[in-house]
């Protein structure tokens, strides 16, 4: 059985390290209360491994109002198989930013996989930032 794993982008005991990434679009950014990988390129990538049956992503939402940049989709997909895949929403109609948690993928078959998230040009706000705070697996 595998135990319930949480990396997350500013913690020293378990640091998230992604695989790869379509670099310089994916940058570190930290503020008040956390930190995140931030990319608000359309076509941009992160991979992310990961050890489990099931998955889920920590992400940033906002509205994108004041001097926040308007929020954005990612695409996620596991080990490569882009179907079937999920579209992922920065934006809440909140009133106030917070983290989120999406539970991804199930069913995987334990062992190793590797997340990827992709910026979509599709959107809701005419924004494209989309913020990584960690992922789950179990």
Not at 4 to 11: A, I, M, N, Q, R
Not at 19 to 42: F, H, N, Q
Request: proline letters at 5%; glycine letters at 10%; charged letters at 20%.
């Amino acid at each position: 059985m595998i135990q319930p794993t949480c990396s997350l982008v500013g913690s020293t005991l378990r640091p998230l390290k992604p695989l790869r990434w379509t670099s310089p679009s994916w940058k570190l950014t930290t503020w008040e209360t956390g930190s995140a990988l931030v990319s608000s390129k359309v076509g941009s990538q992160i991979a992310i491994p990961f050890f489990g049956a099931r998955v889920g992503i920590f992400i940033w939402t906002t509205k994108g109002e004041k001097d926040e940049e308007k929020p954005g989709r990612a695409y996620c997909f596991v080990d490569e198989v882009r179907e079937p895949g999920i579209n992922v929403e920065a934006w809440t109609d909140w009133e106030f930013s917070w983290s989120k948690w999406v539970l991804l993928f199930e069913d995987l078959g334990e062992g190793g996989h590797t997340l990827t998230c992709e910026i979509l040009e599709d959107t809701s706000t005419g924004g494209h930032e989309f913020r990584i705070l960690g992922i789950g697996s179990q």
